[in-house]
């Protein structure tokens, strides 16, 4: 039976609690996510170093979700195949040092995991932002190590996720858009017990588009239409 449960681990086929957990297996530090109700639902913010999956559709704040994360860094945050052209004014707007975030896009899928490997262990990049569907078990692995080796963290942006099982990541999160705000369940946060879901308010993420009357609390406000004649 023994060697069965080592098999499995090795596998990362067993999920441990905090109090039984291996030091060894245990993230060591967390990074403020930049909001302080996610950083108590996830025992102090994102891990770091370490690998975060996120899974939603596109455009949903996902973005929005890890500026404030981003911001806080000093070294480089490396953009791999995004989905739309990073808008530097945007960025500048959102008072981000834009000489701190550089792009790149590769043609096959395969180039784009070895770049985030470079860029991850290269001890000069705090995040890699890498927008990858299908990732396999030992791909995953690599990445992990390279956070480690280069003391940075590599968010995952995957949509339409359709491949079984869980990944050996640090943290594994959903998103879902509602009127409400931001749903987030966190699927998996290693060295930590499961989490009831959660909603981050659209005040928080958009400020600048929600209302704060009392008519109209944390309401966000619709974009105004032309009327034709």
């Not at 958009?206 to 209302?211: A, G, H, L, M, T």
Request: aromatic share 6%; charged share 10%.
């Amino acid at each position: 039976m023994a060697n069965l449960i080592d098999f499995l681990q090795h596998q990362n086929l067993v999920w441990q609690g905090t109090d039984n957990a291996p030091l060894s297996q245990c993230v060591s530090e967390k990074h403020s996510t930049g909001y302080e109700a996610l950083d108590n639902h996830l025992d102090g913010g994102f891990p770091f170093p370490g690998v975060v999956d996120m899974q939603s559709e596109t455009g949903v704040g996902e973005l929005q979700l890890l500026l404030p994360f981003i911001r806080s860094q000093t070294r480089l945050c490396v953009m791999i195949n995004p989905p739309a052209n990073v808008n530097a004014h945007a960025l500048m707007h959102q008072n981000m040092s834009t000489e701190l975030i550089w792009g790149v896009t590769t043609s096959k899928p395969i180039e784009a995991l070895w770049a985030a490997e470079q860029c991850l262990k290269s001890g000069v990049c705090s995040s890699v932002l890498l927008w990858h569907q299908e990732v396999q078990i030992h791909q995953a692995k690599r990445l992990l190590l390279s956070a480690q080796t280069g003391q940075s963290m590599c968010c995952l942006l995957r949509h339409n996720v359709v491949q079984g099982g869980a990944l050996p990541v640090s943290l594994s999160m959903q998103l879902v858009p509602s009127s409400a705000g931001l749903n987030i369940k966190v699927n998996k946060l290693k060295g930590g017990w499961a989490k009831p879901n959660m909603t981050l308010a659209w005040s928080l993420l958009w400020p600048q588009i929600v209302s704060h009357s009392e008519s109209l609390q944390g309401q966000v406000l619709p974009f105004k239409q032309s009327v034709s004649r």
